[in-house]
């Protein structure tokens, strides 16, 4: 995953998630970027330090949605889950 600056459009560093992604998505908010992958449900990201400090297994990787003090991430067509990132 890399990291642009917007005022240049170049990038800045690249955050090494510790698998291979092909597809997913970002969201960020409650202080961290959140990260998503079929296969690999959910990473945590810190952004101040660039660095990793969650991730979790499991199945996941559809959508993600930081809203209303939770994270909202599709499991499967049927499943949704909502996290609280305080708690995890």
Do not use: Y
């Not at 890399?2 to 092909?22: E, F, H, M, Q, Y």
């Not at 499991?58 to 996290?83: C, D, F, M, N, Q």
């Amino acid at each position: 995953m890399s990291r642009v600056d917007p005022k240049t459009n170049k990038v800045v560093t690249t955050i090494a998630l510790g698998a291979k992604i092909t597809a997913g998505q970002i969201a960020a908010g409650e202080g961290s970027v959140w990260v998503t992958s079929p296969g690999a449900p959910l990473w945590r990201i810190d952004p101040r330090t660039n660095r990793v400090i969650q991730q979790f297994s499991g199945e996941g990787g559809g959508a993600i949605l930081v809203a209303h003090g939770s994270i909202w991430l599709t499991v499967s067509p049927k499943v949704i889950w909502r996290l609280d990132p305080k708690l995890i």
